[in-house]
């Protein structure tokens, strides 16, 4: 993954062709949100790790993070782009055992969640609350 030079209230990644690690991940996450522990750390890691798995899982490249402060709302936004348009997200099902399970928490965690087209791609994007 490599960072682009943006103020430190935002980081934005180009996502490599194949996923990184979980570990990778929540590091890049805990690294971003220094200061930031606990339980707000581990949903916005969480929201972070289903939101990025999906774009692996379910649509095509370009992929690229975005975490960005929301200071006057006390929120951090979670946004994954990827190349496939028309894939839409879908809630999933308590009951499916063995996938489906990713944005019911990131619905759980998150103050807002969405999705909007970009062009050739899609932004997914969820709100989590810092404070």
């Known amino acids: 993954m490599s960072s682009v030079d943006l103020p430190w209230d935002e980081v934005d990644l180009d996502l490599p062709e ?5 570990g990778e991940l929540l590091r890049l996450v805990a690294g971003t949100l220094r200061g930031t522990g606990g ?3 581990v949903d916005v890691q969480v929201v972070a790790a289903q939101l990025v798995g999906n774009a692996y899982r379910h649509a095509l490249a370009p992929r690229r993070l975005r975490l960005r402060r929301l200071p006057d709302r006390g929120l ?5 782009d990827d190349g496939s348009p028309s894939l839409l997200p879908v809630l999933g099902r308590l009951d499916t055992p063995a996938h489906g399970r ?4 990131v619905n759980r965690l998150s103050v807002n969640w969405g ?5 050739d791609c899609k ?3 969820a ?3 810092l404070v």
């Open 115 to 119: 999705h909007r087209p970009r062009g």
């Open 76 to 80: 951090l936004r979670v946004e994954v």
């Open 18 to 22: 194949t996923p990184p690690t979980p």
């Open 127 to 129: 709100e989590v609350r």
């Open 39 to 41: 339980d707000r750390l």
């Open 123 to 125: 932004t997914v994007w």
């Open 102 to 105: 990713g944005l019911l928490m």
